[in-house]
């Protein structure tokens, strides 16, 4: 340590760091427990036909209730679950349980629809994904029909043969394939083409400042006429305000998600959500 620090400074730089560390060790001994003790939970987040307005599905999105912090969102632990190797049991749950809310919508009349799972990449690259997708969609009933996966643009380029092999097993098990965040990775156009992907999920931060004749509205024209060309469905998520609705569905975004038409909720929820817009 400098001098110019000072003995105080340095004892409170050192006690703080410790603090942080005490606090990061504190929640991955928590996350540790959270699967035993049914701390996690999903909430559904509906997805719109643009041209009807129907529902195609949901986007599970996970949520840690913890005991004493209340709810956390996934931005503040998935990178310690990640780091700790924890995502890989959290994430065969998420799966379960996502499984497990479709056969029960699917049961009650909405066979159409698909539960949308997130990927992280640490669970993309486990040898054991393909065989544990496959015994989750059994063990629950649902038609691999009933499942799309959602794997980052970052994940899916990051090695991109390795992920067209694991893609291409989900896509010939008849699984949809979703690329997440769209824009924020390094694409390339030819393993882009190669992708057995149906879905493009562009990403929030190009909706988010949206309007006619900024640079962000071109880019998603962009990615709407690319995905036109490659036979992708093209999914807006982040839409809010009413502006931006109308403005991709201008622009000819197949699918819409976003808060305006819907938060993610818990799943007793979810059919009040939807009747809300539908109706
Ligand atoms: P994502 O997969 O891109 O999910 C979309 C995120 O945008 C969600 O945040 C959703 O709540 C949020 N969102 C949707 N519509 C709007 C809107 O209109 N405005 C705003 N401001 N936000 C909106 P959430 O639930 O906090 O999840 C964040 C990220 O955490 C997800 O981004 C995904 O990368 C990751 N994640 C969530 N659940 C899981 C999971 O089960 N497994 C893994 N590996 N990652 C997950
Ligand atoms: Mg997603
Ligand atoms: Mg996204
Ligand atoms: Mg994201």
Redesign the pocket.
């Given at each position: 340590h400098t001098k110019s620090t000072g003995r105080n400074g340095y004892h409170f730089f050192e006690a703080s760091m410790n603090t942080n560390a005490h606090k990061q060790l504190q929640v991955i001994q928590d996350l540790r427990l959270a699967l035993e003790r049914k701390e996690f939970c999903l909430h559904y987040?509906p997805k719109f036909n643009t041209q009807d307005g129907v529902v195609i599905g949901a986007?599970?999105?996970?949520r840690w209730q913890h005991p004493t912090r209340g709810m956390i969102?996934?931005?503040d632990f998935?990178a310690l679950a990640e780091k700790t190797g924890l995502?890989v049991p959290i994430?065969e749950w998420?799966l379960d349980e996502a499984c497990r809310q479709m056969r029960i919508w699917h049961d009650e009349g909405n066979k159409h629809w698909k539960v949308a799972?997130?990927?992280?990449a640490v669970?993309f690259s486990n040898d054991h994904l393909i065989e544990r997708v496959q015994t989750t969609l059994a063990r629950n009933g649902l038609p691999a029909s009933g499942l799309m996966l959602?794997v980052?643009e970052s994940t899916a380029m990051h090695d991109v043969e390795a992920s067209l092999t694991i893609l291409d097993k989900l896509a010939n098990m008849g699984i949809d394939i979703a690329i997440?965040?769209f824009g924020t990775g390094y694409s390339s156009l030819l393993y882009l083409k190669r992708l057995p992907a149906s879905e493009l999920k562009i990403d929030?931060g190009f909706i988010h400042d949206l309007a006619q004749g900024s640079g962000n509205s071109s880019i998603v024209a962009a990615i709407v006429a690319l995905g036109r060309t490659l036979n992708l469905r093209i999914v807006a998520?982040?839409?809010?305000t009413e502006e931006q609705q109308e403005y991709l569905t201008m622009l000819g975004c197949d699918t819409l998600?976003?808060?305006?038409m819907g938060r993610?909720v818990a799943p007793d929820q979810f059919m009040n959500t939807i009747r809300a817009v539908v109706s």
């Open positions: 987040q986007e599970a999105l996970l969102a996934p931005d998935i995502i994430g998420v799972v997130n990927l992280s669970q959602e980052t997440d965040d929030r998520e982040g839409v809010e998600q976003g808060y305006l993610p």
